[in-house]
C-alpha cells in the first residue's frame, strides 16, 4: 500500500466515524421524541398530582418538571451543535473539501486539479484527514453531552412515573 492508498484508507474510516456519529443522532432524537411523546400522554396524571395530592408531593412534582424541561432544553442545545456542524476547519483551501470545491467554475477546478503535485495532493489528503477527525470528535463530545442529559431526562421521567403510580392510587 503506497501513502496515498494509506491516506484514503484513514480518510475513509474517519468519515464512516463521522456517519455513525449522524445515525447515532438520529436515534438520540427518535428517543427523545418518543420520551416526550409518553410524558404529554401523562399530562392528566400529572395534573392530578398538582391539585389532589399534598403539599410535599405538589413541590416535589413541580422540581421534577422544572428539572425535566432544563434536562430537554439541554438534550436539544447538544443535538442541535451535533446537527449544526462547523464546516471548515482548515485554513488552507482543498481540492477535496466540497465547500471549496463548489466556490471554483467547473473547468478552474479541472485546470487546478491537473496542476496538483504528487505532494500537494498528500497534504490536501492529509488536511482533510485532520479537517473531518476535528468535525468528528466534536460531534462525539456533544453526543455524550447530549447522551447524559437524556439519561438524566429518563431518570426524571422514572421518578414522575413512581410518584403517579404512589399517589394516584
Given at each position: 500500500?503506497?501513502?496515498?492508498?494509506?491516506?484514503?484508507?484513514?480518510?475513509?474510516?474517519?468519515?464512516?466515524?463521522?456517519?455513525?456519529?449522524?445515525?447515532?443522532?438520529?436515534?438520540?432524537?427518535?428517543?427523545?421524541?418518543?420520551?416526550?411523546?409518553?410524558?404529554?400522554?401523562?399530562?392528566?396524571?400529572?395534573?392530578?398530582?398538582?391539585?389532589?395530592?399534598?403539599?410535599?408531593?405538589?413541590?416535589?412534582?413541580?422540581?421534577?418538571?422544572?428539572?425535566?424541561?432544563?434536562?430537554?432544553?439541554?438534550?436539544?442545545?447538544?443535538?442541535?451543535?451535533?446537527?449544526?456542524?462547523?464546516?471548515?476547519?482548515?485554513?488552507?483551501?482543498?481540492?477535496?473539501?466540497?465547500?471549496?470545491?463548489?466556490?471554483l467554475s467547473e473547468n478552474k477546478y479541472l485546470t487546478d486539479m491537473a496542476k496538483l503535485?504528487?505532494?500537494?495532493?498528500?497534504?490536501?489528503?492529509?488536511?482533510?484527514?485532520?479537517?473531518?477527525?476535528?468535525?468528528?470528535?466534536?460531534?462525539?463530545?456533544?453526543?455524550?453531552?447530549?447522551?447524559?442529559?437524556?439519561?438524566?431526562?429518563?431518570?426524571?421521567?422514572?421518578?414522575?412515573?413512581?410518584?403517579?403510580?404512589?399517589?394516584?392510587?
Amino acid at each position: 500500500m503506497n501513502k496515498r492508498e494509506y491516506y484514503l484508507s484513514i480518510l475513509n474510516r474517519v468519515d464512516s466515524m463521522l456517519s455513525f456519529a449522524e445515525t447515532k443522532i438520529s436515534f438520540m432524537l427518535a428517543y427523545l421524541g418518543l420520551l416526550l411523546a409518553v410524558l404529554g400522554n401523562q399530562a392528566e396524571e400529572v395534573k392530578y398530582l398538582l391539585q389532589k395530592t399534598s403539599q410535599g408531593v405538589i413541590v416535589s412534582t413541580l422540581t421534577l418538571l422544572m428539572i425535566i424541561v432544563v434536562a430537554i432544553f439541554f438534550v436539544l442545545y447538544y443535538i442541535g451543535k451535533v446537527l449544526l456542524p462547523r464546516l471548515k476547519f482548515s485554513r488552507r483551501t482543498s481540492m477535496i473539501y466540497f465547500s471549496d470545491i463548489s466556490k471554483l467554475s467547473e473547468n478552474k477546478y479541472l485546470t487546478d486539479m491537473a496542476k496538483l503535485k504528487e505532494n500537494e495532493i498528500e497534504e490536501d489528503l492529509l488536511s482533510q484527514i485532520h479537517a473531518i477527525s476535528s468535525v468528528t470528535s466534536e460531534k462525539f463530545k456533544n453526543i455524550r453531552q447530549a447522551t447524559i442529559f437524556l439519561c438524566i431526562l429518563t431518570i426524571l421521567w422514572l421518578a414522575i412515573m413512581v410518584e403517579i403510580i404512589i399517589f394516584s392510587a
